[in-house]
Each structure stands twice: as structure tokens, then as C-alpha cells.
T-cell receptor, first 118, second 120 residues
Framework: GAGVSQSPRYKVTKRGQDVALRCDPI?????LYWYRQALGQGPEFLTY????????KSGLPNDRFSAERPEGSISTLTIQRTEQRDSAMYRC????????????????FGNGTRLTVT | AQTVTQSQPEMSVQEAETVTLSCTYD???????LFWYKQPPSRQMILVIR??????QNATENRFSVNFQKAAKSFSLKISDSQLGDAAMYFC?????????????????FGQGTILTVHP
């Protein structure tokens, strides 16, 4: 597709269940990012990948959160044993990163998955 | 750590008028990028304009322009000839130019957002 695709668009789950959120980046984009956006707030960085390698996971709030990108394209963000405080919009973004260049690689965001934990 | 502050939770403007959204940031870096993103009710996250810190000239994109004051760490967005379609939440964001390894680093730090209402 032309843009970053995320699924599902909405996810309602019960506390304690595991959820998996999917991101399909723009074809050819090397870098992939996950952000979390609470209602009425700006997005907060969670983690990012270059190809299949997870470069930075400093934003993951705790060990219930994990992400993978096994083939360097589609990524999955998994939240285990969900809690009500995990309710938020989860956004994925990708960029065409060129190594060792000063040229900016703008982020292209998906429309997000709105997660509600009841 | 870098921080981005948008001190105006809400702003309003009459159609065809001009409005300015404020943003300040804190960083010890000298090379970085600044962005304004628009988030309409459709949930998209749309890049409005971006500024490279090493460029003194303020960025302009049609009706959107910025006032970048590097010494003051201020980055305001001016919307001229406001249109109904400009109504959205606007986020200011900061990004380091590169990490220690020399590769581009795309982690953004966002402000809290400003809700812009446009009155007909």
C-alpha cells in the first residue's frame, strides 16, 4: 500500500489478556517506530527497529511490552497481561533511513490502533 | 533529556485570520530538527512543516510558516488565512540530528498538543 498500515483499527480486550498489534510499513522503509499516545496527549516513543534489529527499546514501559520485526518488514507490538492503564492509541511510523547522511528522513505515521482494556 | 512544551492547550481563530501556536523546547544538542504535526479527527498524523536547526532561515510551506529562535529555544507555528480544514490538534516535536554512531535517529519527542478551533 501507499502508507503505513496498522491493524486492527480498534481493539477492546479484557484485563489480563494478551494483545498483538500489527504494523505494515511503507515498502522499502528501513526504520520502524512504535509510539503510544494517551488521550489528549502527544505520542511517546516506545521502541524502534532498523531492518530486523531492535535498536532502542528504552520507551517500553515494562517487561509486559515487547516488539519484533523478524523479517525487517512487518512488526508486531505485543502487550501481555493487559491492564487498564495500557489503554491508548498505539501508532507505528516508518522512515526511509539512509546511513551516514545528514539528509532528514521524515516519519510517516499510520492511523494507529486504539486499544481499550476493560 | 529533551523536552518539548506547548503552553496553549487550546486556541481559536476566525476563518481567514492568522493564528500563532507556541512551542518551546529544551536540549543541549546543537544539531537537531523541529517539526509541527497536525492530527485531525480522522486520526492521521500529518507533517505540516519542519525546520533544521543549522538553517537560520525560517521554514515556510504555503500558508504555514515558523518563527525559529534557536537561542531562545522557541519554535512557533503561524497559520495565515486560516481555513476550516485547519481545525485539528497540533503537535510540536523535536528530533536529534544523529546519534553517536553517525546514523540518522528518528526518535521524536512531542509536546502535549494544542487544539485549534476555526470559526466560520
Amino acid at each position: 500500500g501507499a502508507g503505513v498500515s496498522q491493524s486492527p483499527r480498534y481493539k477492546v480486550t479484557k484485563r489480563g489478556q494478551d494483545v498483538a498489534l500489527r504494523c505494515d510499513p511503507i515498502s522499502g522503509h528501513v526504520s520502524l517506530y512504535w509510539y503510544r499516545q494517551a488521550l489528549g496527549q502527544g505520542p511517546e516513543f516506545l521502541t524502534y527497529f532498523n531492518y530486523e534489529a531492535q535498536q532502542d527499546k528504552s520507551g517500553l514501559p515494562n517487561d509486559r511490552f515487547s516488539a519484533e520485526r523478524p523479517e525487517g518488514s512487518i512488526s508486531t507490538l505485543t502487550i501481555q497481561r493487559t491492564e487498564q492503564r495500557d489503554s491508548a492509541m498505539y501508532r507505528c511510523a516508518s522512515s526511509l533511513q539512509v546511513r551516514d547522511t545528514i539528509r532528514d528522513s521524515p516519519l510517516h505515521f499510520g492511523n494507529g490502533t486504539r486499544l481499550t482494556v476493560t | 533529556a529533551q523536552t518539548v512544551t506547548q503552553s496553549q492547550p487550546e486556541m481559536s481563530v476566525q476563518e481567514a485570520e492568522t493564528v500563532t501556536l507556541s512551542c518551546t523546547y529544551d536540549t543541549s544538542e546543537s544539531d537537531y530538527y523541529l517539526f509541527w504535526y497536525k492530527q485531525p479527527p480522522s486520526r492521521q498524523m500529518i507533517l505540516v512543516i519542519r525546520q533544521e536547526a543549522y538553517k537560520q532561515q525560517n521554514a515556510t510551506e504555503n500558508r504555514f510558516s515558523v518563527n525559529f529562535q534557536k537561542a531562545a529555544k522557541s519554535f512557533s507555528l503561524k497559520i495565515s488565512d486560516s481555513q476550516l480544514g485547519d481545525a485539528a490538534m497540533y503537535f510540536c516535536a523535536y528530533r536529534r540530528a544523529r546519534n553517536a554512531g553517525g546514523t540518522s535517529y528518528g526518535k521524536l519527542t512531542f509536546g502535549q498538543g494544542t487544539i485549534l478551533t476555526v470559526h466560520p
